[in-house]
């Protein structure tokens, strides 16, 4: 088995220090999150421009190059709404450390973006999901095999598809948690690999409670076979967490410096 | 349906440590595929033959090896003729007379001894202590600066005395160091991590994950063997992609069946015949499991494993 895939969530047009930086195209602010992010074990660094509209990209082409430049040609996951800019950051994108991966499709609107990534050998977040929550796990799975077979058509490798079960947010959603773990399992019985947004689920909670809450989840969500997660990688409790389970399930050999590894 | 063979090769490999300086330099691992996988990808480098000589003399009362070693009265002379071995890469030697049981040969002897073998040989040189830790702390560190240049390989830094010898023959001096365990994967892993937590590359690492003789538990090290180039290769553990550097003759000519004479056991019949049998066995299944060398006694015993080899690779 192959061992836990981090996706670094920190490098988000939301924050007001990064989406000022996209803006001023200020290297520094987005250098320094990325370093942060891969010092603390992340595996890929998700970008995201937000909905970029206008000028997405040539800002996502900007971003891929200086983060693959100055980090090695860090693997990125390419956050957008705006296909375009997807496509211009995979035409700059360097495949030395692993491929893009493109986020996302859903078995909605952006149903076209697995094209997208079928086109250009990318890997492709795949929400099983249409519009809002799938109401029970026969939906999700009903997503889940249409946008597995559109995939397939198209000549993806199953692995290039990693599909997102949905985190909810346990605030509001707690009697939906046990649901989502079981479509984990059943993705993972199915051979499928998967990721997703976990920190949702601890969203709306006390900052000292979320690593807790995130910890916990991540850890039932492996033990269910999740492949993957988008993440803060720079929260210690849930990357020892994540470095132990990969332990636990022989993803990797123990030796007593695991964690500093 | 015609049969299609997929290969399986790894994104991950071995690295490829060298030992030795010019025309003799050799290099060990370097591979992704399991061992003599030839079939799935190249193999980078075949599997290395070290023949080792000690500064108490060869083993005597085995014939051939006294006829082998006749009139090589000190240890250049010795190292000499162990060099000219058909199927030796390289040479190593085992300085089990600086133990303070054996002798307690004092660590400027054994430099100026390495120092007279070095200069009367151009083969590759390993050099493996005398197991004691504390002595081996000093005389690694003092050989190290003796042979600085030569790109020595030395055998063993264990987990109580790996940061002094990393620090002075791996730090100071720039050469190769082995890191030993004791079939015990999980050490084995954490030692490599504490090497190069003390700033030595991986690259210059290499790892001895201890040995057994055939019959001797030796299931123990094959399957550590095993899951170290496993999790290598498979999972790309970085920690664990060092070549493996095995004695073997030091494990198969101490056990019972190569030590009793034939008065003794009349059916069982010459000595010498046995320890042989026993060494080329354990090599050629340390080499199967993935040893990318192996140190060998007997001369003999060298020619059959590099034949081995060189029909496998």
Aim: net charge negative; charged share 25%; with cysteine.
């Amino acid at each position: 088995m192959a061992k836990f895939v981090v996706i670094g969530e920190r490098i988000h047009c939301i924050s007001p220090v990064i989406k000022k930086a996209m803006d001023e195209r200020d290297p520094e602010p987005i250098i320094k999150r990325a370093r942060e992010q891969l010092d603390a074990g992340a595996d890929y660094l998700d970008l995201n421009i937000g909905p970029a509209e206008r000028g997405g990209d040539e800002l996502m082409k900007w971003a891929v190059q200086l983060l693959q430049s100055e980090l090695d040609n860090v693997p990125i996951c390419l956050d957008t709404a705006n296909k375009a800019a997807i496509e211009a950051g995979i035409s700059v994108y360097n495949r030395a450390k692993g491929k893009p991966i493109v986020n996302s499709a859903d078995a909605g609107d952006r149903i076209g973006n697995i094209d997208l990534a079928a086109a250009n050998d990318a890997i492709c977040l795949a929400l099983c999901s249409k519009a809002g929550v799938p109401s029970d796990n026969d939906e999700r799975m009903a997503y889940c095999q249409e946008l597995l077979e559109r995939g397939m058509t198209l000549g993806m490798d199953a692995d290039d598809l990693w599909f997102d079960p949905l985190f909810l947010v346990i605030k509001g959603m707690q009697d939906k948690q046990m649901e989502m773990l079981e479509f984990i399992k059943m993705l993972s019985d199915m051979g499928l690999k998967s990721t997703g947004g976990l920190s949702n689920v601890s969203n709306m909670m006390p900052k000292h409670i979320r690593p807790i809450m995130d910890s916990a989840m991540v850890a039932m969500s492996i033990c269910m076979g999740l492949t993957s997660a988008i993440v803060n990688p720079c929260d210690l409790r849930l990357m020892e967490t994540i470095r132990s389970c990969d332990v636990i399930r022989n993803n990797t050999l123990y030796a007593d410096s695991y964690l500093e590894l | 349906m015609a049969f299609k063979a997929v290969p399986q090769k790894f994104a991950a490999k071995i690295n490829a440590l060298t030992i030795g300086t010019g025309e003799r330099e050799i290099s060990l691992g370097g591979e992704n595929v399991f061992p003599f996988y030839s079939f799935d990808a190249p193999i980078e480098n075949r599997p290395k033959i070290g023949i080792e000589i000690h500064d108490r003399g060869h083993y005597a009362g085995v014939p051939g090896m006294d006829a082998y070693y006749a009139g090589a009265d000190t240890l250049a002379q010795t190292a000499k003729r162990a060099a000219a071995a058909e199927g030796a890469d390289f040479l190593a030697v085992s300085f089990d007379g600086a133990h303070p049981d054996n002798g307690d040969r004092s660590v400027e002897d054994c430099v100026a001894a390495i120092k007279e073998v070095a200069d009367a040989v151009d083969i590759p040189l390993v050099i493996e202590g005398s197991k004691h830790i504390e002595k081996d702390a000093k005389l690694f560190e003092k050989i190290a600066e003796a042979l600085s240049g030569r790109n020595i390989l030395v055998m063993s830094a264990r987990e109580e005395n790996y940061k002094g010898i990393a620090a002075s023959v791996g730090l100071a001096y720039s050469q190769k160091i082995g890191a030993e365990s004791a079939v015990d994967i999980n050490l084995a892993k954490q030692l490599n991590v504490l090497i190069s937590q003390m700033g030595v590359k991986s690259e210059n690492t290499a790892m001895n994950l201890g040995s057994a003789a055939a019959g001797y538990g030796f299931e123990y090290v094959a399957s550590t063997v095993d899951r170290v180039k496993a999790a290598a290769l498979a999972q790309n553990d970085t920690m664990l992609q060092m070549p493996i550097v095995t004695p073997v003759g030091s494990e198969a000519w101490t056990v019972k069946e190569s030590i009793v004479s034939q008065e003794d056991f009349p059916e069982w019949g010459p000595r010498e015949i046995r320890g042989i049998n026993m060494e080329v066995s354990t090599a050629a299944a340390c080499l199967a499991a993935g040893s990318n060398a192996v140190i060998l006694r007997h001369p003999e015993s060298v020619k059959t494993i590099s034949k081995l080899v060189s029909q496998l690779s």
